[in-house]
């Protein structure tokens, strides 16, 4: 069981920069591939970016690729999403997933944190 919290949303102006953390909780962290998947408004959540368990293999959105960096600090049972160059297009909730495999659709995931808010004004 993984429990996830994310943390470091809210409203900045296009061209700025958020991270997002997201906490897990659970002593397996460390043994799952992780994702970042955002909503907006009246939207399908989509996949934006994921990590493997060890970090050593990282895949992006083409619409975030260049502009948004996944990591994670297993040692702290954290990962993170540093957002650059933030669009307002770029506005939804944020959610993080654990998954077994490496993944891009959400039916992969298992466990879900509550989302966190960014909003890009523009």
């Known amino acids: 069981q993984v429990q996830l919290v994310e943390s470091g949303g809210g409203l900045v102006q296009a061209g700025g920069s958020l991270r997002l953390s997201c906490a897990a909780s659970?002593?397996?962290?460390?043994?799952?591939?992780m994702g970042w998947f955002r909503q907006a408004p009246g939207k399908e959540r989509e996949f934006v970016a994921g990590?493997?368990?060890?970090?050593?293999?990282?895949y992006y959105a083409d619409s975030v690729k260049g502009r948004f960096t996944i990591s994670r600090d297993n040692a702290k049972n954290t990962v993170y999403l540093q957002m650059n160059s933030l669009k307002p297009e770029d506005t939804a909730v944020y959610y993080c997933?654990?998954?077994?495999?490496?993944?891009?659709?959400?039916?992969?995931?298992?466990?879900w944190g509550q989302g966190t808010q960014v909003t890009v004004s523009s």
């Open positions: 997933a654990a998954a077994g495999p490496i993944a891009t659709k959400s039916g992969k995931y298992d466990y």
């Open positions: 659970g002593r397996t962290f460390s043994t799952y591939n």
């Open positions: 990590i493997s368990w060890s970090g050593s293999r990282t």
